[in-house]
């Protein structure tokens, strides 16, 4: 058994790193701020800050990054109350299934908005995944490199000022900063917590065998660059009183699809992600030693709404459901013996957590009362892996 918060369970070895200050962590003792903080005060300011930017010069006063979450819901509707002209950036990650597509475009038409969708070379985007597997343990690391990437090129190249994101995770998830830092993106940040301290050099090299001309996007824009055109990037959980179970359950109301799982009880944060509470979720195990369930029972502990006992519950009935990961697999176009070779050499540890079909799954848990009625019954998807998604 790790070492972890007794209050949270959040695990000492979160990879933002988690210190632990008299009885509680730093997560614990960065969230209680919420119940201190005058928010209102916090949203004059964030009133008053993107306000300059507003109809700064071009069609678009700000950028706001999404993959068709719930939060880029919630995002995006409060980047539209503040008056704000938003372009709507997406990096498609070819991982999302039907559910996945349809939040996107639903997202885009309920709020009706300008966006595009990058669909990086398919090619080197799988090379960079097959190293990213094999060196990093971790399949997400180059939509992560594009995602935290591709908005700010945008940004410079279209000379819109302003950035939005939803929630900052290094103070959401482990407290590293207080709210009242008000922390902006930078690429440090983005190095040392979105990306793990790896940048797509890491990937390429004896690595994939990448031309680096196809790697611009990749890379975050040098510093001098962003300085020089005044790009800047916040988070609106600096600035509101962020609680994304709430949140996200009202976005149902826009249209959001939410999706069931065997992996958490939460059907809204990435719905529609073929791989997320799939071999996402058994990598981070195996990298980190704990599984997606134990940041959302961290997060639902301290917003009150799961005593100890509930969370230690559901982190153990959840750490052992088993997962079907051979489609990844199939579409990285790796042969079953590669497939299995991996699962006997890679996974050894793990092989009583993977299923050989979607059937002998286990099903979704039964919640406690003050969870179940946060969480709607979520869908079930009829195709994974959906590259391109259909037009409208
Ligand atoms: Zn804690």
């Not at 979160?14 to 509680?24: A, D, N, R, Y």
């Not at 991982?95 to 595009?116: A, M, R």
Request: proline residues 3%.
């Amino acid at each position: 058994m790790q070492l972890s918060c007794p209050k949270c369970h959040y695990p000492l070895n979160h990879p933002f790193g988690l210190t632990i200050v008299e009885s509680e962590c730093s997560g614990c003792f960065t969230h209680r701020e919420k119940d201190t903080i005058n928010w209102n005060d916090r949203y004059s300011q964030l009133e008053s800050l993107v306000k300059k930017y507003k109809k700064h010069s071009g069609k678009y006063d700000c950028v706001v990054p999404v993959i068709g979450d719930a939060e880029d819901y919630f995002t995006l509707f409060n980047v539209l109350k503040l008056g704000m002209s938003p372009l709507v950036v997406c990096v498609n990650d070819y991982f999302k299934n039907d559910i996945g597509w349809y939040n996107l475009h639903q997202l885009i038409t309920h709020f009706d908005v300008d966006s595009f969708t990058f669909n990086p070379d398919m090619r080197v985007y799988k090379d960079l995944v097959r190293t990213s597997l094999r060196k990093h343990n971790h399949i997400l690391l180059p939509f992560l490199q594009l995602h935290t990437s591709f908005p700010i090129h945008v940004a410079l190249e279209r000379k819109i000022p302003l950035i939005i994101w939803g929630q900052n995770q290094t103070v959401e998830q482990v407290g590293m900063y207080s709210h009242l830092d008000s922390v902006e993106m930078s690429r440090w940040n983005r190095r040392q917590h979105n990306l793990f301290n790896f940048e797509v050099d890491d990937l390429i090299g004896n690595g994939a065998q990448v031309d680096l001309r196809h790697l611009n996007y990749y890379q975050y824009p040098e510093i001098d660059k962003l300085f020089r055109n005044n790009v800047r990037g916040i988070y609106l959980s600096n600035y509101m009183r962020w609680d994304p179970l709430a949140q996200n359950q009202a976005m149902v109301e826009y249209g959001f699809q939410p999706e069931s799982n065997n992996a958490s009880f939460d059907v809204y944060e990435r719905a529609g992600s073929s791989v997320y509470y799939q071999l996402h979720d058994l990598l981070k195990y195996k990298r980190v030693g704990y599984r997606k369930i134990s940041d959302h029972v961290a997060r639902e502990i301290r917003h009150g709404r799961l005593t100890s006992e509930e969370g230690i519950s559901l982190i153990t009935k959840y750490t052992n459901n088993k997962m079907y990961i051979k489609p990844f697999f199939d579409w990285l176009g790796v042969t079953k013996s590669g497939y299995d070779w991996f699962k006997m050499h890679r996974l050894k540890d793990y092989n009583h957590l993977i299923s050989e079909s979607t059937e002998n799954i286990e099903g979704l848990i039964s919640l406690y009362n003050s969870l179940d009625n946060m969480l709607v019954k979520g869908k079930e998807i009829n195709d994974s892996f959906v590259v391109f998604g259909k037009g409208l």
